[in-house]
């Protein structure tokens, strides 16, 4: 009876790694540079109303932690520049604030990151200095509590942190900021934290109009970029900053570090030369945005690659310095009124316009072992796919976040889906020697729960003979 709860645990835990471990994450930034938002109670219901789930705030703002208790929304909080000296300086400095700014929160407030600085290369002065220093102090202030897994650590950039972007294959971190980013770099390799960029193709076509096509930046497909290095083709200037990204992490041979995009959007008003910003720009940045990441398309240089993005940001935040655009990112008026539609659950539909024209998210696949596969077929092709597959199995690797349930079914299911979908969904990249079976129902559904719950009883006496301890 046992090994059949085990069993039942363990097909629970296959659909969350089907459905999960893989799934790239939309949030939002919730800033708060205005003197006429609404309460922190009332953005909290508006964004449990909209179905946003992940959220960024950049600082650790008591009446904000306390609003979102129990609302299932994962908060990212900040600890700000200006508070990077005190904790470089004193451990005593980090463990106050955990004590009293963060633990009597958590967990009914779902803290998931925190962020030691922001954007600090672009701050005048020997700040960047601080930032790693800080970072090691809060984490060994969490680990004193145990927490230092559930709630990862790391500090957010922009990307003039590079010297060179591109073609994307030539992206290299610029060398003045070596002395600060090695150490972060390790930081984040050891720690399995992601490297959080802030990104704007916004930017970059406003200021080189008559090099960057607005369809680029737009994610319209109409466009496309041709890196001469690796022939690799973009149709939009996000992936290829990503790629840039990747590409600088790998040229200093920090492979396993993840990227995610902690800050993107396009502003919806603007001054009389920003004539992209408008509200149907900003529409159809941010929806062809969604819709890419919620597909995990990945980008040309790592198709499928999971990547979780923040848009820029829930307000229009009026006391912003600079031009009418740096007033004008945000998702709603301080009236709680949407600026346009946007729908984050990738379950349905993204509006495209105040019209509501469609475009349907649905009709994803998942490929899963076979249970007509012998143990040992399904143990070569999970060894191919991890390696002359290219897939990146870490995640299945023990103590990583998708090594449960720990059995050759799960393991070989992560790996032939990853495969799968980094080969375009096409049947053909489902075969493994006909260990794979292509799936098109959500795993959530109850019918396919029943499907893999008889595959993986008919597989269980030979997971009974390789994993019995």
């Known amino acids: ?97 955990l ?21 600090v290369t672009e701050i005048p002065g020997n700040v960047s200095a601080l930032v790693v220093p800080a970072m090691q102090n809060v984490l060994t202030a969490l680990k004193k509590v145990g927490l230092h897994k559930r709630i990862k650590v790391s500090s957010t950039h922009s990307l003039g942190v590079l010297s060179r972007s591109f073609p994307p294959s030539a992206g290299a971190f610029n060398s003045s900021h070596a002395f600060f980013l090695k150490p972060m770099l390790e930081f984040l390799a050891e720690n399995q934290s992601p490297f959080m960029i802030d990104l704007y193709p916004y930017y970059a076509y406003r200021d080189s109009p008559n090099s960057v096509s607005l369809d680029y930046a737009l994610f319209q497909p109409s466009s496309e970029v041709i890196d001469p290095n690796t022939g690799l083709v973009y149709t939009n200037m996000f992936d290829a900053q990503i790629d840039s990204i990747y590409y600088a992490l790998m040229a200093l041979n920090f492979r396993t570090i993840k990227i995610m995009v902690t800050e993107t959007g396009w502003p919806s008003k603007g001054s009389p030369k920003e004539k992209a910003a408008t509200p149907d720009n900003a529409q159809t940045y941010n929806a062809n945005l969604i819709r890419h990441i919620i597909n995990d398309s990945g980008t040309p240089a790592k198709p499928g690659e999971e990547l979780d993005v923040y848009i820029f940001s829930l307000f229009n935040e009026n006391r912003k310095p600079g031009l009418e655009s740096e007033r004008n990112w945000g998702l709603f008026y ?25 475009t349907s998210l649905n009709g994803k696949k998942w490929c899963i072992a076979s249970s007509k596969a012998s143990e040992m077929n399904l143990q070569n092709a999970l060894d ?20 449960e349930p720990d059995n050759l079914v799960s393991h070989a299911s992560y790996a032939f889906n990853s495969y799968y979908q980094q080969n375009g969904a096409n049947d053909v990249a489902c075969s493994f020697g006909g260990t794979g079976v292509i799936v098109n129902k959500d795993p959530k559904s109850t019918k396919l729960q029943q ?19």
Request: with cysteine; glycine share 8%; aromatic share 10%.
């Open 384 to 403: 191919w796919a991890c390696g002359p597959g290219n897939v990146d199995c870490s995640a299945i690797q023990p103590s990583q976040p998708c090594f």
């Open 1 to 97: 009876m046992g090994g059949r709860y085990k069993l039942l645990f363990g097909i629970s835990l296959l659909f969350l790694l089907l459905d999960s471990c893989r799934a790239s994450k939309v949030g939002v930034c919730y800033g708060r540079n205005a003197d006429d938002l609404p309460t922190p109670d009332k953005v909290a219901k508006l964004v449990q109303l909209h179905n946003i789930k992940y959220v960024r705030i950049y600082d650790s703002n008591i009446q904000v932690l306390k609003a979102f208790a129990n609302t299932g929304v994962e908060l990212m909080v900040g600890v700000t520049n200006s508070d990077l000296l005190p904790f470089s300086q004193f451990q005593s400095n980090v463990d106050t604030w």
């Open 334 to 358: 301080p009236d709680q009124s949407s600026v346009y539609n946007l729908d984050f659950t990738g379950e349905g539909a993204v509006d495209m316009t105040t019209n509501a024209n469609v």
């Open 451 to 469: 499907v893999i719950q008889q595959q993986l009883l008919q597989l269980l006496p030979l997971h009974r003979m390789k994993h019995s301890h």
């Open 99 to 119: 004590k009293n700014g963060i633990l009597p929160y958590y967990p009914a407030t779902k803290i998931t990151y925190i962020t030691v600085g922001a954007e």
